[in-house]
């Protein structure tokens, strides 16, 4: 499901967001898009939209996730 408006960063603007996988991918490998190279597409639980992160935000996100998940 997605939710009537996508993330904001903390400055208030939108995070860049995508209906599909493939179109958040077409948009990192994008040569235009240099700020996005080695970015990864994920599936954002809160709004319903694909996001672009570094690798390592997302490591950190799932281990914040795991430390309050029910297999502890």
């Given at each position: ?7 904001k ?21 994008d040569?235009?898009n240099t ?35 029910e297999w502890?």
């Amino acid at each position: 499901m997605i939710a009537a408006e996508p993330c904001k960063r903390s400055n208030g603007s939108y995070r860049a967001f995508f209906e599909t996988k493939e179109a958040a991918e077409a948009f990192a490998a994008d040569p235009a898009n240099t700020a996005y190279h080695g970015d990864l597409a994920h599936h954002c639980r809160l709004c319903g939209h694909w996001h672009l992160s570094r690798p390592e935000w997302l490591v950190l996100e799932w281990m914040r996730d795991m430390r309050h998940s029910e297999w502890n």
